[in-house]
């Protein structure tokens, strides 16, 4: 993860006061938007839109490309490279599962620098997810966070299969089906696929959770859905 920085000398020095600054306000207990404000600046933010709605919809129109198989592959150049070898500016953030098949800098038809793509199977989070996230926000200013499930997700499958038999799962994959088991017992009784319901709740509970927390409150918290089957992504109502 490499810290937004300005290619100039005086870079370093300005990454360590945002840190400093940043860790003295949490101290004092000065909420989050009132932080943001206190931040120095680390330079000019090269193009890309700067607004969550901007964000989204580059979001809308690269999975568009993808699906129709019209990807643009775009900044994957050497001036791109270079470029964000000294200075992130991500437009967007995004919370997707580890599947293989759900990257997203694929899935969204992006290239270096645009996405901050965090990954845990079934959008797990705890302490270095949350973190993580927190990271993209409030240092980064990310104004869009896109928490992404997707069809056939084998995380949802086994939190169902917990709670539907009560047998214990080994090792550290239960804290995984622990973080999903709530989604699974909230639609246990619903029609239609378990499964499927498991992992639209599952990504509604999580950005219900998100927006609760103030330290993401600087952006806009979207919750979407990606089908294996067609490459699209549907966008739930935020």
């Given amino acids: ?63 568009a490309r993808f699906a129709a198989l019209r990807q643009t592959h775009p900044h994957e150049d050497a001036a791109r490279r270079a470029a964000v070898a000294v ?26 620098g645009d996405l901050l793509a965090i990954r845990s199977a079934g959008q797990a989070l705890d302490e270095a997810v949350l973190g993580s996230l927190q990271f993209g926000v409030e240092e980064l200013g990310v104004p869009l966070v896109l928490v992404l499930g997707h069809e056939r997700c084998g995380a949802a499958t086994a939190a169902v299969e917990y709670v539907r038999t009560g047998r214990p799962v080994e090792g550290h994959l239960a804290r995984i089906v622990e973080e999903l088991a709530p989604a699974a017992r909230a639609t246990r009784d619903l029609p239609g696929d378990w499964v499927e319901n498991t992992v639209r709740a599952n990504v509604d509970r999580i950005r219900r959770r998100l927006a609760r927390d103030e330290a993401f409150h600087p952006a806009r918290i979207v919750g979407a859905r990606f089908d294996l089957d067609t490459g699209k992504v549907a966008f739930h109502p935020s």
């Fill in 87 to 112: 200075s992130q500016h991500p437009f967007a953030l995004v919370l997707g599962c580890v599947d293989s098949r759900v990257a997203p800098e694929l899935v969204f038809d992006q290239g270096l």
């Fill in 1 to 63: 993860m490499t810290p937004p920085a300005n290619p100039s000398p005086s870079a370093a020095p300005a990454r360590r006061a945002v840190l400093a600054l940043t860790a003295a306000a949490v101290a004092a207990g000065i909420p989050a938007s009132a932080r943001a404000a206190t931040r120095p600046d680390l330079g000019p933010r090269p193009g890309g839109p700067l607004t969550a709605a901007a964000a989204l919809a580059r979001l809308r129109a690269g999975n």
